[in-house]
Nanobody
Framework: QVQLVESGGGLVQAGDSLRLSCAVSGRTVSSNAMGWFRQAPGKAREFVASINSNGRITRYSESVKGRFTIARDNAKNTLYLQVNSVKPEDAAVYYC?????????????????WGQGTQVTVSS
């Protein structure tokens, strides 16, 4: 059974930085694309970033490009999201996801496994 566990969320101030992590167990994901999504209250879950298996291909939403960095450590079966210059509109539950294919994608339906999410709250 594949399990994804996100961590690193919390209460931060606008302008702060934080790093989210997603530890995967039950499956080696070194051949899989992975991604981060987020969902704010009352809104649909939206794409944040994705990365291919070797980390050389990344994709970002326009709203986070230049501030967020997605990375992975295949030896640790872990995905990361470095969040810099946090804004109030970044507040959301952040989810990591794994897809069986090794192609980055901004579409929720392309991902096969999901974590439970980690909350990021931003005070201004």
């Amino acid at each position: 059974q594949v399990q994804l566990v996100e961590s690193g969320g919390g209460l931060v101030q606008a302008g702060d930085s934080l790093r989210l992590s997603c530890a995967v167990s039950g499956r080696t994901v070194s051949s899989n694309a992975m991604g981060w999504f987020r969902q704010a209250p009352g809104k649909a879950r939206e794409f944040v970033a994705s990365i291919n298996s070797n980390g050389r291909i990344t994709r970002y939403s326009e709203s986070v490009k230049g501030r967020f960095t997605i990375a992975r450590d295949n030896a640790k079966n872990t995905l990361y999201l470095q969040v810099n210059s946090v804004k109030p509109e970044d507040a959301a539950v952040y989810y990591c996801a794994v897809r069986r294919k090794d192609y980055t994608s901004p579409f929720r339906g392309d991902y096969d496994y999901w974590g439970q999410g980690t909350q990021v709250t931003v005070s201004s």
